[in-house]
């Protein structure tokens, strides 16, 4: 039927009979087909809507989508129906729609939806290139409102306006890229942040971001001028601690790469290209389902199609491996990890999964690899390494799983081999000729932040340091502050003091003054029904608006009349509601692009796509409420005060509310922690001590099959004979330590910890 094959084939509607009647051998059943699609497109409204639904490819998506939706449903209906006497704009709402993540069909207004799909038809249109832009590409690549867990805001009409009159001077698309990421470098630098993502807005607020956040600021610029933009990154690189996101753009039918907002270097010549050339696994992210990829799909997921680019960046060869009991019988349905050694640990930059013969491939750069697998109590730890140079391809891969089996020992992991192309990468900041021109674009973008925290100085000496943080965004803040009432300013004034960088550079002043007016009223409820507490535990319990590390959003605003303690009602009865309440959200898969459920789209859609997200709503709404309470992300679960101590409080399990051994796990985490003492045999006495992440780190096998860094539960001193010791609850661990040599290959330790019960 047209739309489908349209939507196999890439082409726009009504494009698909004009390709029938080039290939059709008969002129009359050409015809004849031809008017069977204007009929199809042009007869009445009432027909046309009936029809749709028999040829949309999307239908079966797009009413899951609106059932996640909950009560946001109206909204994702008014964009699905602005368009209905448009086919190519309608199918394009229906991509969209499609693959919405449920961050965005829980919480997005049709304004910024409608807004976004017409400015990238406008860029089409406006530029020479746009039109030249296949259409499955168009879709894929610069219709997209989004590019990665970045909150989803209205970027493209700004940008566009923008940034047309600059690329409408350039003569070939080559030019405008260049002259896109220029601009960009005029709005942002990089440094670091924080863990989640940045919007653009938020990026030009900020003036600076991390490698992700750069990348999500450039592909958006690119997209608002009708240029075909993705993400690429290494999710971990093995020579070295971290990772590293990038820009692509399609010019001409080729993939390019680009450092993003930053103009030292041009297309296919960046700082990480020597990196890349030791890439383990190149991915390249694209917005829905990828109709013809030129590259091969490492995976499917909900919205998004994953692109496995090594290729494009280092030597690769194919992994081929199979999954074998204890007996060899081979093992269908088991997930595969592949892991490399990054912070001290062993972090898996994919998984696949066996078909019905228990194998599986796939296409990896050169290096080590830690490859792992696991079913019931049977798993496998197996070292894979390929070497350009010294072998053609990496050996067949054979993994047998046996029961109780502890990964342990030492191995060296290898990646250093010889590589001429790996020497003409050039070095960071290699601007040449170009530098008094960039250094003043990088002068003009500061010199508003000076402005700014200026501005905050002679507002309030003593807060300015903390209101500076908000970098453009400061006048929002500078207004909240100069209209709360006396009783709350110093509360207001705590929490400036206390947020996140990422969150004054966002946040208005409407949004600050509710926090926290509306805090203070939820803690006198809870005084009046009785609990009390004093301010550090209401600052950083109750008034403080962040949790962990969702998208801000004003949660307080939308769950205090929902949820707020109501006159004689006992603090006791309302923690049993909201725990009943959490109990009734529905689980919904959740793809790579969109970031986590805020605690408004969880309550919006009663949906969550992990456990974590509905710690975070449970510890909103307790929060709003006006009893203080936190999320124990490792453990799971959260804690709320009473009045005199904290307790536990599971968001699945209302009957065990203050119960300490309600789990193997909790009963572990409350009891007292024991500590062991260590050395590693690299770092002998008055050397330089080891560092946790840098050297070593205490791990956990997650699901039995992969490593897992503990970050938080665990406390650890090192003396001056660089004895380490160690505490965490019990169970079972692994010391993980790794010593680099001259070509940043490491020799790694791993040494099982069984922590048993006092």
Not at 399 to 427: C, H, M, S, W
Not at 526 to 545: E, H
Request: glycine fraction near 6%; include cysteine; proline fraction near 6%.
């Amino acid at each position: 039927m047209p739309a489908e094959v349209y939507a196999m084939t890439g082409c726009p509607p009504l494009c698909y009979a004009c390709a029938m009647l080039n290939r059709n051998k008969s002129t009359l059943s050409a015809v004849l087909f031809i008017c069977l699609c204007v009929i199809i497109f042009t007869q009445g409204c009432t027909s046309l809507r009936q029809s749709k639904t028999l040829y949309s490819p999307y239908t079966k998506n797009i009413e899951s989508v609106l059932d996640t939706a909950g009560e946001n449903r109206a909204q994702i209906e008014i964009f699905l129906k602005t368009f209905d006497n448009n086919p190519e704009k309608q199918q394009s709402a229906e991509f969209i729609t499609a693959n919405l993540p449920p961050c965005d069909s829980a919480t997005l207004s049709g304004d910024l939806l409608i807004e976004n799909l017409e400015y990238a038809f406008l860029a089409r249109e406006s530029t020479s290139w746009g039109k030249n832009v296949s259409w499955a590409d168009f879709q894929n690549y610069v219709l997209p409102h989004r590019v990665s867990q970045e909150e989803a805001v209205k970027w493209r009409k700004l940008f566009y306006q923008e940034l047309l009159p600059i690329v409408s001077k350039c003569k070939t698309i080559e030019e405008a890229v260049l002259a896109v990421n220029l601009w960009c470098f005029s709005k942002t630098g990089f440094k670091s942040t924080q863990r989640w993502d940045q919007n653009p807005l938020m990026t030009i607020n900020r003036g600076y971001g991390r490698c992700e956040e750069a990348v999500i600021f450039t592909v958006c610029a690119l997209r608002s001028v009708g240029i075909p933009a993705r993400q690429a990154m290494v999710p971990a690189w093995q020579h070295s601690n971290d990772n590293h996101t990038w820009t692509e753009v399609l010019i001409n039918g080729k993939w390019h790469y680009l450092e993003s907002a930053n103009p030292d270097y041009g297309l296919d010549h960046a700082w990480f290209t020597g990196s890349a050339r030791k890439a383990p696994l190149v991915i390249s992210y694209a917005y829905g389902e990828v109709p013809h990829p030129k590259f091969p799909v490492l995976a499917r997921r909900v919205g998004c199609t994953l692109l496995n680019t090594t290729s494009m960046y280092a030597p690769a060869s194919r992994a081929e491996v199979i999954v074998t009991d204890k007996n060899n019988a081979p093992i269908s349905g088991i997930p595969v990890y592949f892991s490399v050694f990054n912070y001290a640990s062993f972090r898996p930059v994919t998984a696949t999964q066996t078909d019905t013969n228990g194998k599986t491939n796939i296409i990896l750069g050169p290096g080590s690899f830690l490859v792992s697998a696991q079913k019931d109590n049977a798993t496998a730890f197996v070292a894979s390494t390929w070497i350009p140079g010294e072998e053609a391809s990496r050996k067949n891969i054979q993994i047998k799983l046996t029961p109780d089996n502890t990964p342990e020992g030492t191995i060296l992991f290898r990646f250093n081999y010889k590589d001429e192309l790996a020497q003409t990468a050039p070095v960071k900041n290699s601007e040449g000729a170009k530098k008094l021109e960039f250094d003043a674009l990088k002068k003009n973008r500061l010199a508003k932040f000076e402005g700014m925290a200026k501005g905050a100085e002679i507002f309030d000496p003593v807060l300015a340091s903390s209101i500076d943080k908000a970098g453009l965004n400061t006048p929002e803040v500078l207004k909240a502050l100069n209209s709360c009432t006396e009783n709350s300013r110093p509360f207001l004034a705590e929490t400036v003091r206390r947020m996140d960088t990422a969150d004054l550079i966002k946040i208005n002043s409407k949004d600050l003054l509710s926090n926290t007016q509306l805090a203070l009223e939820a803690r006198e409820d809870a005084r009046k029904s009785g609990l009390d507490y004093d301010d550090k535990i209401f600052t950083q319990y109750v008034l403080n608006p962040r949790i962990m590390y969702e998208h801000l959003q004003p949660w307080r605003n939308i769950l205090y009349p929902k949820f707020r303690l109501t006159k004689g009602e006992k603090i006791a009865d309302k923690i049993k509601y909201l725990n009943k309440f959490t109990q009734n959200i529905k689980a919904v898969p959740r793809g790579p692009l969109g970031s986590s459920l805020t605690p408004v789209g969880v309550l919006s859609s009663q949906r969550s796509t992990t456990d974590e997200e509905i710690g975070i709503f449970a510890v909103a709404a307790l929060r709003s409420t006006g009893i203080p309470a936190k999320y124990l992300d490792e453990q799971g679960w959260v804690e709320l005060y009473n009045g005199q101590k904290w307790i536990p409080f599971y968001p699945r399990h209302a009957d065990l509310t203050g119960n300490q051994n309600a789990t193997a796990k909790s009963t572990a985490y409350y009891s007292n922690w024991l500590t062991f003492k260590f050395g590693l045999k690299d770092f002998p006495e008055f050397s330089k001590p080891p560092q946790y992440f840098k050297n070593f780190t205490i791990s956990t096998l997650n699901d039995a099959a992969f490593f897992q860094i503990v970050e938080k539960t665990v406390l650890g001193t090192c003396n001056n004979k660089n004895i380490w010791e160690i505490s965490v609850p019990s169970g079972d661990y692994y010391l993980i330590s790794g010593k680099r040599n001259q070509y940043g290959e490491p020799l790694i330790s791993i040494t099982p910890l069984k922590i048993p019960h006092r």
